[in-house]
């Protein structure tokens, strides 16, 4: 017969081994979940998902600088170039560099850019409605997960 201890770490290796108890598995798990729901949505404007979040960013602050679109986003410059530069070759965005300083550069939306913003406002009351979550429970939601990411953000 196994001692307590053995039974107690038993129990709490089996409770350790439970994937859906992790929070990170969970959040991970809605993030594919919400990135799948956006997906056939954002197809039928010709967007990825992070393509989408660069424009929504951009509709919100005007043009900002690749330093400051990457801050708000949580990209670094290597995964945020390789976006920007999609988006120019798609005529949505226009990179410049600045005059008073040519080591920044500069991005702005094309008038193709904001045209689509219009096209793109069902995507939020669409997912919204996919999600099922009251307006409280939606709110709860954003609020818990700003709090999360600035806790963590705050130990880096």
Not at 14 to 25: V, Y
Not at 43 to 67: F, H, M, R, W
Not at 126 to 152: C, F, H, V, Y
């Amino acid at each position: 017969m196994p001692s307590t201890r053995a039974a107690e770490a038993e129990a709490q290796e089996e409770e350790f081994l439970r994937l859906d108890e992790f929070l990170c598995f969970i959040l991970y798990s809605a993030h594919r979940a919400v990135t799948n729901a956006y997906r056939p949505l954002l197809d039928d404007i010709g967007l990825t998902y992070p393509q989408y979040l660069v424009l929504v960013a951009l509709y919100e602050n005007g043009p900002s600088s690749v330093k400051g679109l990457g801050a708000k986003l949580h990209l670094d410059y290597g995964t945020l170039t390789p976006l920007l530069k999609r988006l120019e070759a798609n005529g949505l965005v226009v990179r410049r560099r600045r005059t008073d300083d040519e080591r920044q550069v500069q991005v702005s939306l094309t008038d193709e850019g904001t045209d689509l913003r219009r096209r793109a406002r069902v995507l939020v009351p669409s997912l919204d409605a996919i999600m099922g979550l009251t307006d409280e429970e939606m709110e709860q939601t954003k609020t818990l997960l700003r709090r999360l990411t600035s806790n963590i953000t705050a130990q880096a």
